[in-house]
């Protein structure tokens, strides 16, 4: 049973073509955050993580996320998903990655077993996952239907 849901930032919560959030993030977030536990796991310039915060507050959805993991090297993602497990004391299976990238945060849920939510949109929703990397368990084109991922 799902008890996380770790979000990546760019181009998943974050529109970077329209610079601002994707329109339905604020109220996905908060009708999410009444059944599950949130996290951001993403990798961002260093330059760049006091804006994401600032941007997170100015939207009110800040306080929805227990743990985040802003990483500086795209390859420190997956360590990033690993170390959220152990903190939280959570199996795989219990946690569900959003991504819109499936060589990252795709990749990672469907090699340690967890629920994977490809928001294929944007820069890299042409980048199809490998047969190695597998297919995710829900494909989405818009931020609204991530609760549909999570009907009952």
């Given at each position: 049973?799902?008890?996380?849901?770790?979000?990546?930032?760019?181009?998943?919560?974050?529109?970077?073509?329209r610079?601002?959030?994707?329109?339905?993030?604020?109220?996905?977030?908060?009708?999410?955050?009444?059944?599950?536990?949130?996290?951001?796991?993403?990798?961002?310039?260093?330059?760049?993580?006091?804006?994401r915060?600032s941007?997170?507050?100015?939207?009110?959805v800040?306080?929805?996320?227990?743990?985040?993991?802003?990483?500086?090297?795209?390859?420190?993602?997956?360590?990033?998903?690993?170390?959220?497990?152990?903190?939280?004391?959570?199996?795989?299976?219990?946690?569900?990655?959003?991504d819109?990238?499936?060589?990252?945060?795709?990749?990672?849920?469907?090699?340690?077993?967890?629920?994977?939510?490809w928001?294929?949109?944007?820069?890299?929703?042409?980048?199809?996952?490998?047969?190695?990397?597998?297919?995710?368990?829900?494909?989405?084109?818009?931020?609204?239907?991530?609760l549909g991922?999570?009907?009952?």
């Amino acid at each position: 049973m799902i008890q996380r849901i770790a979000f990546d930032y760019g181009r998943t919560l974050f529109d970077r073509e329209r610079n601002d959030f994707f329109p339905e993030v604020s109220a996905v977030l908060k009708e999410l955050s009444n059944n599950y536990s949130l996290s951001i796991i993403s990798y961002s310039k260093c330059d760049d993580v006091d804006n994401r915060i600032s941007a997170l507050r100015k939207l009110g959805v800040w306080e929805l996320f227990e743990g985040v993991w802003f990483v500086d090297k795209p390859e420190l993602k997956h360590s990033a998903l690993d170390e959220m497990l152990v903190r939280f004391h959570l199996q795989p299976e219990e946690v569900a990655v959003v991504d819109d990238y499936v060589i990252r945060g795709i990749a990672w849920a469907n090699e340690r077993g967890a629920t994977s939510i490809w928001f294929r949109n944007g820069k890299f929703s042409s980048v199809e996952p490998s047969e190695e990397i597998g297919k995710p368990n829900f494909e989405i084109s818009s931020f609204g239907e991530i609760l549909g991922c999570f009907a009952p």
